[in-house]
């Protein structure tokens, strides 16, 4: 499925740097449509995914608890369910991710020219996209209250700096990093993905990719897509 933000082009170049690292638990404080976690889960025997947005953490609950999704949304369908979030809370996260343009949350009703279905393709990428994930404890919430046993390995992939938000609330970037700083001091290893990080962060990893912003893919730019860890300065026992 598409999603704003989603890491499924990266997905792969990502993972072996978390699964390398090894360990009992695993957690993802932004799991978003879950493109990484996917293909770590098998390799931890606890996993936690969190995030924030209401609506995607119902949908992948009940994917989880295996909810029938459609195989068609029309645009009278879109309109209504967008009316009516509260009806079915995993449609409403199915259709106002899945059906939208851009994977963005009713944005609009996805079309192209040549009549893709965008609902039977978002159903199919979901399905095979979160199946390794049948056990792992889906939390909502913000980043700074998801449970973190000790001496996980945690991936963070936020709202990027100075890009569209994913609600009415602007990201702290600079509290994040340090609550990334507090979590490496504390005993655990961290993955953080973003284009840029305080100097004292580690880039382990970067490529540069093509972006669009409008459905005519006029509006395109290039960023360089990164991942970071923090080396603790401390001694953590
Ligand atoms: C870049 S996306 C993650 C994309 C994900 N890695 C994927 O592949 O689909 C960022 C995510 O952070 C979530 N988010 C925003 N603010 C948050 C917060 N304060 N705490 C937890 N999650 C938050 C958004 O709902 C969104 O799903």
């Known amino acids: 499925m598409r999603y704003q933000g989603g890491k499924s082009r990266i997905a792969a170049h990502i993972a072996p740097f978390i699964i390398a690292e090894g360990g009992a638990c695993f957690v993802s404080l932004f799991c978003g449509s879950c493109a990484v976690e996917n293909l770590v889960a098998p390799h931890f025997k606890r996993v936690i995914l969190n995030d924030k947005h209401e609506y995607l953490i119902a949908l992948l609950k009940g994917l989880q608890a295996g909810y029938a ?3 068609e949304i029309t645009e009278a369908q879109y309109k209504h369910i967008r009316e009516n979030k509260t009806a079915d809370p995993v449609l409403t996260g199915f259709v106002g991710f899945g ?11 996805a ?5 893709t279905n965008y609902a039977a393709q978002s159903k199919a990428s979901l399905l095979k996209g979160t199946a390794n994930l049948g056990n792992a404890e889906i939390i909502c ?13 945690i991936y963070a992939d936020p709202p990027y700096c100075n890009t569209k938000g994913y609600g009415c609330e602007k990201f702290d970037t600079a509290a994040f990093w340090v609550a990334m700083r507090l979590l490496a001091d504390t ?4 993955f953080i993905s973003e284009q840029t990080a ?13 972006r669009t912003l409008d ?16 080396h ?3 001694e953590v026992l």
Do not use: M
């Not at 079309?111 to 009549?115: E, I, L, V």
């Not at 005993?187 to 961290?190: F, L, S, W």
């Not at 305080?198 to 093509?210: G, I, L, M, S």
């Open 198 to 210: 305080p100097p004292d962060f580690t880039c382990v990893w970067e490529k540069p990719f093509t």
């Open 69 to 71: 999704l459609p195989d």
């Open 141 to 153: 919430g913000d980043y700074r209250a998801a449970p973190i046993p000790p001496r996980t390995v």
């Open 99 to 109: 059906c939208s343009f851009g994977g963005r949350f009713f944005e609009g009703y």
């Open 187 to 190: 005993g655990h290893k961290v």
């Open 111 to 115: 079309r192209s020219a040549d009549r």
């Open 232 to 234: 603790s300065k401390l």
């Open 215 to 230: 459905r005519n893919k006029q509006n395109q730019f290039s960023v360089t897509e990164k991942l970071f860890t923090y």
